[in-house]
Each structure stands twice: as structure tokens, then as C-alpha cells.
């Protein structure tokens, strides 16, 4: 009875060992899985950054080159993405940024750690969040699974990356002139007008600071030619001596930039302490916003 006594007690140990080494493993597995399922969580953005940050680049390019706005900003970001093409051009700058890349790059990572990716229904979209900033976001089925079976991690992913527009040339003024450029920067004043002084609201003209408006169009509207209104709208004041410089006719009307650029010619105003060619409308209540409504000459 000792014997037996033992001999079981020797064969539960042996059993109980096995399966506490059993759940070990699985627990490693699942641990290393977990591990690089955080990781593609936390890359995939970074990807969408760089295809976005690029597709803005070669989208501005395009309508430089075409001297023409761009069809559909989504539809252009879409074939980038997917294809590394613009308008069925391959553009070499989409190299190691396209959705083949991206996806080849995880699929290389997943087999240092005897597992498989694969991605299915990929959906790729561009809007914009706020004046000044765009979302590229990418809707995305994921399963990633051990080799051996052990662990499956299966889910729908929504992610997207923030771009912000900062640097980017306004089309608007490139098409629309042919010659002048200006880059969005967003004005680093919040009152333009301090009792009867001016400076701050001249510094704003001279650079041709954006200003958020929801009268105005956004940076994707200006990319495609659009100039309605939008709730991420931005506008400028456009700085005519700098038109004239490169021998442009100046325009006898308001020189908010989607309004002086277009057949649009609503009542203006001359604002006291401001050069003569400088005159503003009132539409969407311009002359309070920027604080110059007890100003007008």
C-alpha cells in the first residue's frame, strides 16, 4: 500500500509538473503576442503619418506641375495609399509608405516571432478635425496568430494619424496667381486691435497669417478649388504689394484671400491706420471679427 501510496503520488506530481510547464509556455506565447499586438497598434499611425504627410506633398506637387486644383483629395490619397500613384503616375516617394509596404513590414516582423499577420478590408479616409490639422484614418480588420496555434487575436481596428498643415502651400494663391506662393501659418494674434492700435493687426497682413473662419474654406477644400464656407474653414488677408511686386494688377476689392481670388465683390471698407490699398467686407461679420468695426474710413 506504501508503494502504491507513492507511485501515485510520484505520477500526480510528474502530471501536475507537465501541465504547470503546459500553461508556462502558453503564457510566454501569449505575453509575446501581446506584445507585438501593442506594437502594431502603436506603428500603424506612424505609418499613416508618413503616407499622409507624403500624399500632401505629391497631391500640391501634382497641382503645381497641372497648374489645376485636384479632382478629389480622397480619391488621390486612396490611389497613393494603395497603388503609390498619382492620376496612374507612380510616384517613387510612396516607397515604404504605401499599405503593401506597411503590411509587408509586419508580416516580416511576425515570423521573427513564429506567428502570421494578415489585414483584410482596409478603408482609408481624409478629413479634417480641426482648421489645422487632417486626419488621415484607416479602418482595418487584424488577426494575428501563433504558428503552433496556441493564441489568435482577431479584431476591427479604427486608427488615424494628425498631420498638421503648417508649412503647406495654399494652392489658392499659387492657381489663382500663377506665380505667388504663400504657406499656412496660423496667426500668433488673438486680438489684432488694442484700443486705437493697429500693429498687431498689420503684422497679421503682412505675413498673411490664416485666421480660423467658418466663412472660409479648409486646407482640403483649397486643395480641390473649393472655396465654401466650412466649420474648419482658415482665410488670409492677401498682401498686394507682393503681388505688384511680381507685376500683378492689384484688385480694387476685399482682400480676404477666397473672396479676392473668386468674381465675388461684396461691400468693402478702408480701415483707419491701414494702407490704402487694404480694404475688408463685412460678410460673416469680418469687421468684428478682427476687431476693426469702429475703424472704418
Known amino acids: 500500500m506504501v508503494v502504491i501510496f507513492i507511485l501515485t503520488l510520484f505520477f500526480m506530481s510528474y502530471t501536475i509538473y507537465d501541465v504547470v510547464v503546459d500553461r508556462s509556455?502558453?503564457?510566454r506565447r501569449v505575453e509575446t503576442l501581446n506584445n507585438f499586438v501593442s506594437s502594431?497598434?502603436?506603428d500603424i499611425p506612424r505609418y499613416l503619418y508618413v503616407a499622409g504627410f507624403r500624399s500632401i506633398f505629391l497631391v500640391?506637387?501634382?497641382?503645381?506641375a497641372s497648374n489645376n486644383y485636384i479632382g478629389s483629395v480622397n480619391d488621390s490619397f486612396q490611389?497613393?495609399?494603395y497603388n503609390g500613384s498619382l492620376g496612374g503616375a507612380t510616384k517613387t516617394l510612396m516607397n515604404?509608405?504605401?499599405?503593401?509596404?506597411?503590411k509587408d513590414a509586419f508580416e516580416t516582423s511576425s515570423l521573427k516571432i513564429n506567428a502570421n499577420v494578415d489585414f483584410s478590408s482596409p478603408a482609408i479616409s481624409v478629413d479634417q478635425v480641426d482648421p489645422w490639422n487632417i486626419r488621415v484614418k484607416l479602418s482595418i480588420g487584424v488577426k494575428i496568430e501563433d504558428v503552433g496555434g496556441l493564441v489568435r487575436w482577431d479584431r476591427n481596428m479604427s486608427t488615424y494619424a494628425l498631420i498638421p498643415i503648417e508649412g503647406f502651400e495654399d494652392p489658392l494663391y499659387l492657381i489663382e496667381t500663377g506665380q505667388v506662393t504663400n504657406s499656412f501659418y496660423?496667426?500668433?494674434?488673438?486680438?489684432?486691435v488694442l484700443g486705437?492700435?493697429?500693429?498687431?493687426?498689420?503684422l497679421h497682413i503682412q505675413n498673411s497669417y490664416y485666421y480660423a473662419s467658418d466663412s472660409a474654406p479648409s486646407f482640403l477644400k483649397r486643395f480641390e478649388g473649393d472655396n465654401s464656407p466650412d466649420s474648419n474653414g482658415i482665410e488670409s488677408f492677401v498682401y498686394l504689394p507682393k503681388l505688384t511686386a511680381q507685376g500683378l494688377s492689384a484688385q480694387d476689392k476685399s482682400v480676404i484671400?477666397?473672396?479676392y481670388f473668386s468674381s465675388d465683390d461684396p461691400l468693402d471698407y478702408g480701415i483707419s491706420g491701414m494702407p490704402s490699398w487694404f480694404n475688408i467686407d463685412n460678410e460673416s461679420a469680418h469687421l468684428e471679427d478682427y476687431g476693426v468695426d469702429g475703424l472704418i474710413v
Do not use: W
Open 96 to 102: 515604404g509608405a504605401k499599405f503593401d509596404d506597411m
Open 257 to 259: 484671400d477666397y473672396i
Open 40 to 42: 502594431v497598434e502603436h
Open 60 to 64: 500640391h506637387e501634382e497641382i503645381v
Open 79 to 81: 490611389e497613393l495609399f
Open 25 to 27: 509556455a502558453v503564457n
Open 196 to 202: 486705437a492700435d493697429t500693429s498687431n493687426f498689420s
Open 186 to 192: 496660423e496667426t500668433p494674434y488673438t486680438d489684432f
